[in-house]
């Protein structure tokens, strides 16, 4: 069901979406890391915890998730009475993929007294095993509200895990799970691109590893980059995060620089994710107009997944809104 299964050419794709789009009552949620063109025709584009957040206020009958599955999971767990299609059930995610929820479960068990603080990337099975979810956007706000003698768990990301224990000065045990896109940044080429543009600040995203990290003058989730990009008095910016976010930063400061940090020989696709790709515009149409591939999941795991998605929303504290195509935000988190 993911491929087109009649011609699609000639037809207006833009226009036969939003057909569909208000024929089904759907919303279109994208992440930043989508084609541009299903940014810019999107409801909402947002980072993880804002899509989380919309996908459980909708009113609209049908999703149409433009991210990877562990999102648009996300969205059907909190609203199961909603259809959600995801354009390709193989967008998927190299986190989701480092943390079999057998070993994760084997993992808790070995640490009893901790307690499992889980990034939002990855499978429902690991979020039913998990206490609480975080995104990158809300890790440190709810780190901040368990006691300090807690004893965690995170996982997958290594990264952002020891990113947030250097932070905090929390002892956290890791999962050794990484993103194949921001482990690729290459801090030799880095280091060669900021002495080309002395003073441009480096965002970067906290999956990066720390000695990308080390550059970096602002580490925060993609709508935290993007707020920091407009509010910035700066006029050249490096972007160290998947490089389709700069859409939006071109499209709301177009005169501003931003510059994608590079990857191992400087000039490579690698920072590019290869599981957001795999949405297109045809696959958009095709799942508005068929109503598939839709996300299922067994109702037993939808609500053990539940309950440390809805622990995530509650400690967050934050209401969504922020990040509405054409409303972009200036502040930070
Ligand atoms: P954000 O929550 O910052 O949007 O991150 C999602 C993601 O998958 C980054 O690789
Ligand atoms: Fe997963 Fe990395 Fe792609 Fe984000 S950028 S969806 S963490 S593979």
């Given at each position: 069901?993911?491929?087109?299964?009649v011609?699609l050419?000639?037809?207006?794709?833009?226009?036969?979406?939003d057909?569909?789009?208000?024929?089904?009552?759907?919303?279109i949620?994208a992440?930043?890391y989508?084609?541009?063109?299903?940014?810019?025709?999107?409801?909402?584009?947002?980072?993880?915890?804002?899509?989380?957040?919309?996908a459980?206020s909708?009113?609209?009958?049908?999703?149409?998730?433009?991210g990877?599955?562990?999102?648009a999971?996300?969205?059907k767990?909190?609203?199961?009475?909603?259809?959600?299609?995801?354009?390709d059930?193989?967008?998927?995610?190299?986190?989701?993929?480092?943390?079999?929820?057998?070993?994760?479960?084997?993992?808790?068990?070995?640490?009893?007294?901790?307690i499992a603080?889980?990034?939002?990337n990855?499978?429902?099975?690991?979020?039913a095993?998990s206490?609480i979810i975080?995104?990158?956007?809300?890790?440190?706000?709810?780190?901040?509200?368990?006691?300090?003698?807690q004893?965690?768990?995170?996982?997958?990301?290594?990264n952002?895990?020891?990113?947030?224990?250097?932070?905090?000065?929390r002892?956290?045990?890791?999962?050794?799970?990484?993103?194949i896109?921001?482990e690729?940044?290459?801090?030799?080429?880095?280091?060669?691109?900021?002495?080309?543009?002395?003073?441009a600040?480096?965002?970067?995203?906290?999956e990066?590893?720390g000695?990308?990290?080390?550059?970096?003058?602002?580490?925060?989730?993609?709508?935290?980059?993007?707020?920091?990009?407009?509010?910035?008095?700066?006029?050249?910016?490096?972007?160290?995060?998947?490089?389709?976010?700069i859409?939006?930063m071109?499209?709301?400061?177009p005169?501003?620089i931003f510059?994608g940090?590079?990857?191992?020989d400087?000039?490579?696709?690698?920072?590019?994710?290869?599981?957001?790709?795999?949405n297109?515009?045809?696959?958009?149409y095709?799942?508005?107009?068929?109503?598939?591939?839709?996300?299922?999941?067994?109702?037993?795991?939808?609500?053990?997944?539940?309950?440390?998605?809805d622990?995530?929303?509650?400690?967050?504290?934050?209401?969504?809104?922020?990040?509405?195509?054409?409303?972009?935000?200036?502040?930070?988190?």
């Amino acid at each position: 069901m993911n491929a087109p299964n009649v011609s699609l050419r000639g037809l207006d794709l833009a226009a036969e979406i939003d057909r569909l789009r208000r024929e089904r009552n759907a919303v279109i949620l994208a992440h930043y890391y989508q084609d541009p063109r299903i940014q810019d025709l999107a409801d909402f584009v947002g980072d993880s915890l804002d899509l989380s957040r919309k996908a459980a206020s909708t009113d609209a009958d049908v999703i149409a998730f433009c991210g990877v599955r562990f999102m648009a999971e996300t969205a059907k767990i909190l609203s199961p009475d909603k259809i959600v299609v995801l354009p390709d059930m193989a967008a998927g995610c190299s986190l989701e993929d480092s943390c079999p929820p057998d070993r994760f479960k084997a993992f808790r068990e070995a640490h009893p007294d901790h307690i499992a603080l889980t990034y939002i990337n990855c499978s429902a099975a690991v979020k039913a095993l998990s206490d609480i979810i975080v995104t990158s956007s809300s890790a440190e706000t709810i780190l901040a509200q368990l006691p300090r003698d807690q004893k965690i768990i995170f996982g997958p990301d290594k990264n952002l895990g020891g990113y947030l224990a250097r932070k905090t000065g929390r002892d956290m045990l890791l999962w050794p799970g990484v993103c194949i896109v921001h482990e690729a940044f290459s801090e030799t080429e880095l280091l060669k691109l900021k002495a080309q543009h002395p003073g441009a600040p480096v965002l970067a995203h906290p999956e990066c590893p720390g000695h990308i990290l080390d550059h970096a003058d602002l580490v925060g989730s993609t709508r935290a980059i993007l707020d920091y990009a407009l509010s910035s008095p700066s006029d050249v910016m490096i972007v160290a995060t998947e490089p389709h976010i700069i859409h939006q930063m071109e499209k709301a400061a177009p005169h501003k620089i931003f510059i994608g940090a590079p990857g191992a020989d400087g000039n490579c696709n690698c920072n590019m994710c290869p599981y957001m790709a795999l949405n297109t515009m045809e696959k958009l149409y095709v799942a508005l107009r068929d109503l598939e591939p839709r996300i299922e999941l067994p109702e037993d795991l939808r609500l053990a997944a539940k309950t440390s998605l809805d622990r995530m929303l509650e400690m967050a504290g934050r209401t969504v809104g922020q990040g509405d195509v054409g409303r972009p935000v200036f502040s930070g988190d």
